[in-house]
């Protein structure tokens, strides 16, 4: 009985949550402006909350919190993808209530993981996307869905594109890295700091 009633708990405490993703993703513009101001530069992107609104949803949510604030891009690879929004510059991970909640994969979409593309990243499990992100700096349509050995059916949630900045990200995927805190390498050994990250509006 006690077993029952905790797995009917939980089950109610997820279907909460996915009803309150729906309900700020229901609010979420079609297009979206985020400005990141970094140590080496600014990208600017757009966010498509029509292709993507629960992610979108959940990105601006963190953004207008000022979580990202502070973060830095901790694992880069050159002509692969830059990674960041989930550690401080002593590569010591930033938690939060907010940043602890899941989003549920939106991979088909029918966005792809091309050069410029900005998509969530997560662990094996198809729904673990919390606040990490990161600009694809090539065409990596290994990431999109597909029933494959890579990434079994799910793909990386595709939820906006560079449109000012890709100079910059190609400087930060270019970065020379090394092991760092936790991670074995691929970072960046001079920190790349998000300084802030914004929504900003276009007349």
Known sequence: MKKTLITLLLALSCTTAYAADVNAASKVPAHAYVEII?????????????????????????????????????????????????????????????????????????????????????????????TQFFINVADNTRLDPRKSAYNGSWGYTIFGIVIEGMDVVDKIADSKTGPGGAFSKDVPIVPIIIESMSQVTYE
């Open 38 to 130: 970094t140590s080496v530069g600014t990208i600017k992107l757009e966010l498509d909350g029509k292709q993507a609104p629960l992610t979108v949803a959940h990105i601006l949510a963190l953004v207008d919190s000022g979580y990202y604030d502070g973060t830095v891009f901790h694992r880069v690879i050159p002509g692969f993808m830059a990674q960041g929004g989930g550690f401080t510059p002593n590569l010591k991970r930033k938690e939060t209530q907010a940043s602890e909640q899941t989003i549920p994969n939106e991979s088909g979409n029918g966005m792809s993981n091309l050069r410029g593309t900005i998509a969530m990243a997560r662990t094996g499990d198809p729904h673990s996307a919390t």
